[in-house]
């Protein structure tokens, strides 16, 4: 067994096919298929259960990945080891964010690039639930992500940014106030919110719990452009952080009265040592 079937297993599984695993690892579909199947053989285990419209893990799979997980990032911090000690930093990070969340995360991956171009930074946007599950499993690196404090657990953690929220609203729509709003206020107002497992949801979810105050969704969307279009055509308000209000300036933007739903940003890594090129990104982003 070496590492190149270990990788060819992880891309399979994180994929969850073989034709996504090949183009990922940029080979044919018959070497990905060929290399599972000859590790298997030499394992005398099955790792996948294969039919004509899916891929799963076998139970002896789902033990095997985050050990081969955990065998690559070893190898792959060797190599960062002796290229760092050359005095030149290579490997790879995988970044797990969510949509609204982004902090200047594009000026840090510039630095990053800059200081250290052979270094290759993949992107992962995921709901906070996925996120949390990949920096456990070991497929995320880092995360700059929404957090509370009981998603910490087993993890470390880099406050980057407290923020408050602000309803967003058409210009059109009138208000009691000119610049703020309770929650009584737009209760009955049709309302377009994000859907479960977003960090915003959770944060205005309980915001208006702790508030005493229950409100309806009249849409329900997983996409920041789509709740501002639905918001910019007076269809309902909606509840988001200020520095994401902020890019929709034809919005109207009011603050709460009392007690604004609010969220934390994060820097989030797993437990242990930074690999370095884990380690040179986290210095640009906080």
């Not at 967003?168 to 049709?190: K, L, M, N």
């Amino acid at each position: 067994m070496d590492l190149r079937q270990m990788e060819v297993v992880v891309a399979v599984a994180e994929e969850g096919g073989f034709t996504a695993a090949a183009r990922r690892l940029h080979v044919v579909q018959s070497a990905v298929s060929g290399t599972v199947r000859a590790l298997e053989k030499e394992l005398g285990i099955q790792l996948f259960d294969r039919t004509t419209h899916r891929v799963a893990l076998t139970a002896a799979g789902e033990a095997f990945v985050p050990a081969a997980r955990a065998t690559l990032r070893a190898a792959e911090q060797a190599r960062a080891a002796a290229d760092a000690a050359r005095g030149e930093l290579r490997g790879q990070v995988t970044v797990g964010t969510m949509q609204g969340v982004w902090v200047g995360l594009h000026r840090a991956l510039a630095a990053l690039r800059a200081e250290h171009p052979r270094v290759v930074v993949r992107l992962r946007q995921a709901a906070v639930s996925d996120i949390r599950q990949s920096l456990r499993d070991g497929s995320v690196d880092l995360a700059v992500v929404a957090f509370d404090r009981q998603q910490q657990r087993g993890l470390v953690t880099r406050l980057l940014v407290r923020e408050e929220m602000v309803l967003a609203a058409s210009p059109a729509r009138a208000f009691a106030q000119a610049d703020r709003v309770a929650y009584a206020e737009i209760a009955p107002v049709p309302f377009v919110d994000f859907a479960p497992g977003w960090a915003i949801r959770s944060a205005v979810d309980r915001a208006f719990r702790t508030a005493g105050v229950e409100r309806g969704a009249a849409f329900e969307v997983n996409d920041i452009v789509a709740a501002s279009e639905l918001v910019r055509h007076d269809l309902g308000v909606c509840v988001m952080p200020e520095s994401v209000a902020a890019r929709f300036p034809d919005l109207s933007l009011r603050r709460f009265v009392r007690q604004p739903p609010r969220w934390n940003v994060m820097a989030v890594r797993p437990a242990g040592e930074a690999p370095p090129a884990v380690a040179a990104l986290l210095r640009h982003i906080v």
